[in-house]
């Protein structure tokens, strides 16, 4: 595609889970970004229903397609392209999101770029917001005359040359958790994923178990606040693997025993207190315990990853996806990179670790700007799309 742009505006669409988001992005700049979210609709079932996220996407597609564009400022003809999550994803939920992108493209006469989640989320980390310093509403200016943006003013909105690989992203969701290699944009290596449960998934799993709604995550950094995260004993999984992979199921078993024994414990004393449920305090450092555990794993394989560097030196560490917007596992995260001398990029606030389209528009953005995109009228969905073969 050498015909887009050299600072492409571009509408992007995400329909991956359980969100249905669209954003507008100049450069790695958002100008918009809006996500419908559906917890409301999955909390009675306590983790996504596909049915039901194919339905609420349909609904929500077009009134936030139409809100990213209004809110960007911007009209449909000024855009270069438009992008769309092709996967990884719920299958049912993608196909909502490619098809709708694919009918704009083909009504608006744009080109259509598939774009990989995980990257995105990846990317998330180099997003920008809007600034004052930055020449925007020239930009715009020039894109509403169908004219070139000269390269002096495109430079702020695009990727730093400084940049230097490779780089250590880490993925921390609700379907994935990765170390990732990032040699260049499009060549990525993983190091080291989980085994079973994600991390997101495991909080939120333990979540239920607790009686504490969905997604959990959110709720369980909350009460973490308030608890004691050495109250209760979690193992530490998988030290002897000699591999950087993670596993969460050990940790949620050991949870669900606590708990259960927790119970157990007070049906014998029944005579004294008056019910089997766990107290304020007994959640609070149930969930500062496991949440503890559950991170404390994940910076003992990321310490194993840095300490065996040799010829590959990271220059940054990126942390994305929706527990990246977890302020305790970024402090246990800081604190163990710090040893190897290497600083925390995130990104630029928690609408971007959670899904969200700007980080598919950023990460269309960089990916044509390295050359990286293919002429496309017909996206197939990519459910299992995996990193290492983008
Ligand atoms: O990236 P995301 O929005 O969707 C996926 O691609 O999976 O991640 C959702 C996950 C859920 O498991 C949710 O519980 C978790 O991120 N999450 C959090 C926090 N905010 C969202 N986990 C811990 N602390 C948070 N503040
Ligand atoms: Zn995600």
Same mark, same amino acid.
Request: glycine letters at 6%.
């Given at each position: 595609?050498?015909?887009?742009?050299?600072?492409?505006?571009?509408?992007?669409?995400?329909?991956?889970?359980?969100?249905?988001?669209?954003?507008?992005?100049?450069?790695?700049?958002?100008?918009?970004? *809006?996500?419908?979210?559906?917890?409301?609709?999955?909390?009675?079932?306590?983790?996504?229903?596909?049915?039901?996220?194919?339905?609420?996407?349909?609904?929500? *597609?077009?009134?936030?397609?139409?809100?990213?564009?209004?809110?960007?400022?911007?009209?449909?003809?000024?855009?270069?392209?438009?992008?769309?999550?092709?996967?990884?994803?719920?299958?049912?939920?993608?196909?909502?999101?490619?098809?709708?992108?694919?009918?704009?493209?083909?009504?608006?006469?744009?080109?259509?770029?598939?774009?990989?989640?995980?990257?995105?989320?990846?990317?998330?980390?180099?997003?920008?917001?809007?600034?004052?310093?930055?020449?925007?509403?020239?930009?715009?200016?020039?894109?509403?005359?169908?004219?070139?943006?000269?390269?002096?003013?495109?430079?702020?909105?695009?990727?730093? =040359?400084?940049?230097?690989?490779?780089?250590?992203?880490?993925?921390?969701?609700?379907?994935?958790?990765?170390?990732?290699?990032?040699?260049?944009?499009?060549?990525?290596? *993983?190091?080291?994923?989980?085994?079973?449960?994600?991390?997101?998934?495991?909080?939120?799993?333990?979540?239920?178990?607790?009686?504490?709604?969905?997604?959990?995550?959110?709720?369980?950094?909350?009460?973490?606040?308030?608890?004691?995260?050495?109250?209760?004993?979690?193992?530490?999984?998988?030290?002897?693997?000699?591999?950087?992979?993670?596993?969460?199921?050990?940790?949620?078993?050991?949870?669900?025993?606590?708990?259960?024994?927790?119970?157990?414990?007070?049906?014998?004393?029944?005579?004294?207190?008056?019910?089997?449920?766990?107290?304020?305090?007994?959640?609070?450092?149930?969930?500062?315990?496991?949440?503890?555990?559950?991170?404390? =794993?994940?910076?003992?394989?990321?310490?194993?990853?840095?300490?065996?560097?040799?010829? #590959?030196?990271?220059?940054?560490?990126?942390?994305?996806?929706?527990?990246?917007?977890?302020?305790?596992?970024?402090?246990?995260?800081?604190?163990?990179?710090?040893?190897?001398?290497?600083?925390?990029?995130?990104?630029?606030?928690?609408?971007?670790?959670?899904?969200?389209?700007?980080?598919?528009?950023?990460?269309?953005?960089?990916?044509?700007?390295?050359?990286?995109?293919?002429?496309? #009228?017909?996206?197939?969905?990519?459910?299992?799309?995996?990193?290492?073969?983008?």
């Amino acid at each position: 595609m050498n015909n887009i742009d050299s600072l492409p505006l571009i509408l992007a669409i995400d329909t991956s889970c359980d969100e249905t988001s669209a954003a507008v992005c100049l450069g790695r700049v958002v100008l918009s970004n *809006i996500v419908a979210s559906q917890a409301e609709i999955h909390r009675p079932y306590g983790g996504v229903f596909p049915t039901l996220a194919k339905q609420a996407h349909q609904e929500n *597609i077009a009134p936030v397609v139409q809100k990213a564009i209004k809110q960007a400022g911007i009209k449909q003809q000024m855009l270069d392209a438009i992008a769309v999550t092709q996967g990884p994803g719920l299958a049912p939920a993608l196909e909502v999101g490619i098809e709708y992108a694919q009918k704009l493209a083909r009504k608006w006469n744009k080109p259509l770029i598939g774009i990989n989640h995980v990257e995105a989320h990846l990317w998330s980390v180099v997003a920008s917001q809007k600034k004052r310093d930055l020449p925007i509403k020239q930009v715009l200016e020039l894109k509403k005359n169908n004219h070139k943006v000269p390269s002096k003013l495109a430079t702020p909105f695009k990727l730093s =040359h400084k940049l230097l690989f490779p780089v250590l992203g880490i993925i921390v969701s609700g379907g994935h958790s990765q170390f990732v290699q990032i040699n260049q944009v499009g060549q990525y290596n *993983i190091l080291g994923e989980t085994v079973d449960d994600a991390l997101g998934e495991a909080l939120d799993k333990v979540g239920r178990m607790l009686d504490l709604g969905y997604p959990a995550g959110p709720v369980i950094e909350k009460m973490a606040q308030q608890g004691n995260s050495t109250a209760f004993d979690f193992p530490l999984p998988m030290t002897e693997s000699g591999d950087f992979n993670l596993s969460y199921s050990g940790l949620k078993t050991a949870a669900n025993r606590l708990i259960k024994s927790l119970q157990q414990n007070k049906k014998k004393e029944l005579k004294t207190s008056s019910s089997t449920e766990l107290t304020k305090q007994e959640v609070f450092d149930l969930a500062a315990s496991f949440q503890y555990a559950a991170f404390r =794993h994940l910076c003992y394989k990321l310490d194993k990853i840095l300490a065996s560097q040799k010829d #590959t030196r990271f220059s940054q560490v990126w942390l994305g996806g929706g527990v990246a917007s977890n302020l305790a596992l970024r402090q246990q995260i800081r604190k163990t990179i710090k040893d190897h001398k290497l600083q925390l990029k995130i990104p630029f606030n928690k609408r971007l670790c959670g899904d969200n389209a700007a980080m598919i528009g950023v990460t269309a953005n960089i990916r044509i700007g390295h050359k990286l995109t293919h002429k496309n #009228t017909n996206l197939d969905r990519k459910p299992s799309w995996s990193l290492e073969i983008i």
